[in-house]
């Protein structure tokens, strides 16, 4: 099969004009006849939108035809015509006859997710200890929090079946170096699972929160199907350490919350960006975790037409580009980097706390992305070595501090503290709403945000706005909304593992993954990050039989 790259059509194609245009393309790319194409799919559509008055779609596409060997010679040279790579999913390891201790997995969002599903499919018949609740208890829990002001600091958008990648805009791209196609394993499994099909090939796939809830209790079912074991509000409270032979500390077992006590060799931790207090036991136990950078910032909203007309022109609101993203990035004269975080078209703001007395937003969109505001993100990177030195929790604990900063602002009522565009950059107090209406529930308070974040942020962000502007004409509409604060953009630290076998670098049997570890920064880089775990725990069951 060749793959045939940089194939470019006008969007303003009807659509059953594609098929043949992309046909005709073939031929004359491949100097071959029509009888000799056999078929072709697609691989990848991407968007070439740098001239608003004339976008263009790009195609991948893997075509097999008659005569394979004499084309590839014949176009040798051409970059754009080589034979496609297999990029089929092969495990590396099937689980032996009987299992002393079975893997446990903590935590099922999405690097957990698929560590369980990888270990179930290869016959190891995981248990999974998910603190929170099954995804749609947890989505009522998490409706408590965003129209009667009610959190459950166990079962919200951070914890529960899913993790925080099932309340967001469900985006399923990454810049993650994957040379052995593990994206292209989420992507088909999240398929299977109910997802559209089309997450295959466009080139910036999402899903959103409403089919995510579906597909993450189809993927539970299947894990279960295959022997796996999930349970729902097992908190696990302590990991238990001893030495081996070698002297070495190793994972004995874990206990939950409840007391009960599990014997355990191979341990995934897969606990997400915000299960802070488990941070702080692994601390306490001597595992090793080092502070790592992060970002903290606002949300912003703008009518999602602006968005579309500064983006798409003419063509906003074309069914195949859809509701308008953006990505953008200022350094400011402070020496501070400012960049778009998340951006959710035609989505909403939401309540992310999962400690009490405390206010977190984070952005989610539907998989129409049909809601009225566009919102992301603006947020400012921090570091350990500049912002929070010395304790490995020292990134956590300023968390905690602008977000109790943030409640406070907001009234002490879980709303969030806000502020118009105009008001911020003039750094006077907002009062009314104007022409945007925040979608932030349970409510946006109107402040001023200036003590709202450190004061290097907040002029860096000053600053950002007006530039940001130059690229999106309107970007800084006056009566736009700020929302704070947004502080989990990742994980404040690493829980550090060796490279070769991903364990802990000081215990072994522990096997830490995803973005809580900080080895990930979205739903497919955590499910890859979850399957190379599996494969390695996998590895060292069978390797030790």
């Not at 596409?61 to 394979?68: A, C």
């Not at 992301?376 to 604990?397: C, K, R, S």
Request: glycine letters at 10%.
């Amino acid at each position: 099969m060749i793959r045939v790259t940089e194939i470019k059509l006008p969007l303003e194609l009807q659509p059953d004009e594609v098929a043949s245009k992309i046909k005709a393309t073939l031929i004359k790319k491949l100097a071959i006849n029509a009888a000799d194409i056999v078929e072709y799919t697609i691989f990848k559509r991407g968007i070439d939108a740098r001239k608003a008055n004339a976008i263009l779609l790009v195609y991948s596409l893997d075509v097999i035809i008659k005569g394979e060997a004499k084309v590839l010679a014949k176009l040798k040279k051409d970059p754009h015509v080589k034979i496609a790579p297999d990029a089929s999913y092969k495990f590396v390891a099937n689980a032996p006859v009987s299992l002393k201790n079975r893997p446990i997995v903590i935590g099922l969002g999405p690097a957990g997710l698929f560590a369980a599903l990888i270990l179930a499919q290869s016959g190891f018949k995981p248990l999974v200890l998910e603190r929170g609740k099954a995804v749609r208890e947890r989505t009522k829990d998490t409706f408590n929090l965003w129209r009667k002001s009610v959190l459950n600091p166990e079962s919200n958008v951070q914890f529960g079946e899913g993790g925080a990648g099932t309340f967001s805009d469900g985006k399923l791209w990454s810049q993650i170096k994957d040379p052995k196609h593990y994206g292209r394993k989420v992507l088909q499994e999240f398929v299977k699972a109910g997802a559209p099909a089309e997450i295959l090939y466009v080139s910036h796939p999402h899903i959103g929160t409403f089919r995510l809830v579906g597909m993450v209790e189809e993927m539970r079912n299947t894990i279960e199907a295959l022997g796996g074991e999930i349970r729902f509000q097992a908190k696990v409270n302590d990991i238990e350490l001893g030495n081996n032979a070698a002297g070495q500390s190793e994972v004995q077992a874990v206990v939950l919350a409840n007391g009960e006590r599990i014997e355990a060799n191979h341990v995934v931790l897969a606990i997400g960006h915000s299960a802070r207090d488990t941070f702080e036991m692994l601390y306490e136990k001597g595992i090793y975790i080092e502070a790592k950078p992060f970002s903290i910032g606002f949300r912003i909203e703008h009518p999602q037409s602006l968005i579309d007309h500064a983006r798409h022109g003419p063509n906003a609101q074309h069914p195949i580009l859809g509701a308008a993203d953006y990505k953008l990035v200022h350094h400011a004269s402070n020496g501070r980097s400012v960049y778009s975080f998340c951006m959710c078209p035609g989505g909403t703001v939401v309540a992310a706390a999962s400690e009490e007395g405390r206010v977190v937003t984070n952005g989610m969109s539907q998989y129409s992305r049909n809601e009225r505001n566009a919102n992301a993100g603006i947020v400012v990177g921090i570091t350990p070595e500049v912002d929070f030195p010395g304790h490995p929790l020292a990134g956590m604990e300023l968390q905690r501090k602008w977000e109790s900063q943030a409640y406070l602002l907001g009234g002490s009522t879980y709303q969030a503290p806000g502020q118009l565009i105009g008001d911020f950059l003039a750094n006077q107090p907002s009062t009314k709403f104007g022409e945007v209406t925040p979608s932030y529930t349970p409510g946006v308070h109107l402040t001023n945000l200036d003590t709202a974040l450190p004061d290097f942020a907040i002029a860096a962000i000053r600053e950002a706005i007006p530039q940001f502007a130059k690229q999106i004409k309107g970007f800084d509409l006056a009566d736009g909304i700020l929302t704070g604060v947004e502080t989990r953009t990742s994980s404040p630290i690493r829980i550090k593992r060796n490279d070769d076998d991903l364990q802990s670098i000081n215990t072994k049997g522990l096997y830490p993954t995803g973005e809580g570890a900080g080895y990930a920064g979205g739903i497919l880089s955590a499910g890859v990050d979850g399957i190379r775990v599996a494969e390695a725990v996998a590895l060292s069951i069978v390797n030790a039989t």
